[in-house]
């Protein structure tokens, strides 16, 4: 009996308990009537005193405590010495292509004249080191 005491009571205070409502239509105009303008107003109010409150300190902090917020410069100038050098090989490699670019334009086109000058049916010449002349195994040097 005593077991069933508690089982009882919670079974009791359950039933007696006022149902909830069930949520019917949506109604956005009653819901807007019951919107205290007042307090979305003073939420704007401390919304824009926390901007600026912010931006003076990040002000404040970039005029007067910089090295903290910001980088070294120190070692941003040796990067910048390194980038500079980088360019520098780069627009010399940049202007010897160039350069070999306008030569090979001079051989191509010394290339095709011989081409033309010898006929479309010759064959092609086979070049590479001259050879010395061949002497017989059995003459002395």
């Not at 007696?16 to 009537?33: C, E, S, T, V």
């Not at 100038?77 to 334009?105: C, I, M, N, Q």
């Amino acid at each position: 009996m005593s077991r069933l005491l508690p089982l009882l009571l919670l079974a009791a205070l359950g039933s007696a308990a006022k149902p909830k409502q069930q949520p019917g239509a949506w109604d956005n105009g009653a819901d807007a009537a019951r919107v205290p303008v007042k307090g979305c107003a003073n939420l704007t109010l401390v919304l824009d005193n926390w901007k600026f409150a912010i931006t003076s300190q990040m002000r404040n902090l970039l005029l007067f405590d910089h090295q903290n917020v910001l980088p070294d410069y120190g070692r941003i100038r040796s990067l910048s010495g390194a980038l500079d050098d980088l360019y520098r090989d780069f627009s010399s490699l940049k202007e010897e292509l160039g350069r070999l670019s306008a030569r090979f334009a001079e051989v191509e086109a010394f290339v095709d004249q011989l081409s033309r000058a010898r006929g479309p049916g010759a064959p092609p010449r086979r070049r590479g080191l001259p050879q010395p002349a061949r002497r017989p195994p059995d003459t002395p040097q």
